[in-house]
């Protein structure tokens, strides 16, 4: 019929093996392991410049 759209086809869905989502997240928190600990690095440099005992 002209007057209906065509239905696309259904994209195959990605499909991930175990060890692949192990890996993504090793990544993931590895990542955000990284970015507290150089937060906290920032953190301990800013208290010793402003709050030295002496």
Known sequence: MP????????????????????VECATQLRRIGDKLNFRQKLLNLIAKLFCSGT
């Not at 007057?3 to 192990?22: F, I, M």
Request: charged residues 40%; contains cysteine.
């Open 3 to 22: 007057g209906k759209k065509t239905r696309k086809k259904a994209q195959p869905s990605c499909v991930r093996t175990p060890a692949e989502l192990e």
